[in-house]
Nanobody, 123 residues
Framework: QVQLVESGGGGVQAGGSLTLSCAASGRSLSLLAMAWFRRAPGKEREFVAAIGRRSSEYYADVVKGRFTISRVSTKSTVYLQMNDLKTDDTAVYYC????WGRGSVDQSAYDYWGQGTQVTVSI
């Protein structure tokens, strides 16, 4: 069983930055593929970024160049650095873990999910 706890959400003005954290327990982070997804009001949950077991990174086109996913295995934590935030980035952000370390942009590949953290970007 893997537990995921997100933190770091909040309110920020457009153009600002936030860093989300996801603390993982129950399995070594080095064995997991991790990802961030988000659900905006009235929309379905969508892929944001992923990092594989060997630290390959994948990004949705809408965040490429603005967001960076990283992992610190010694801290069992995955981060999402978000820069140049836009109002369209307003959403609940979810951390997800793929137990088998495969990594994917497809949310069905992920076995464990955090509770989510709200990010609100205002003008």
């Amino acid at each position: 069983q893997v537990q995921l706890v997100e933190s770091g959400g909040g309110g920020v003005q457009a153009g600002g930055s936030l860093t989300l954290s996801c603390a993982a327990s129950g399995r070594s982070l080095s064995l997991l593929a991790m990802a961030w997804f988000r659900r905006a009001p009235g929309k379905e949950r969508e892929f944001v970024a992923a990092i594989g077991r060997r630290s390959s990174e994948y990004y949705a086109d809408v965040v490429k160049g603005r967001f960076t996913i990283s992992r610190v295995s010694t801290k069992s934590t995955v981060y999402l650095q978000m820069n140049d935030l836009k109002t369209d980035d307003t959403a609940v952000y979810y951390c997800a873990a793929d137990f088998w370390g495969r990594g994917s942009v497809d949310q069905s590949a992920y076995d464990y999910w955090g509770q989510g953290t709200q990010v609100t970007v205002s003008i």
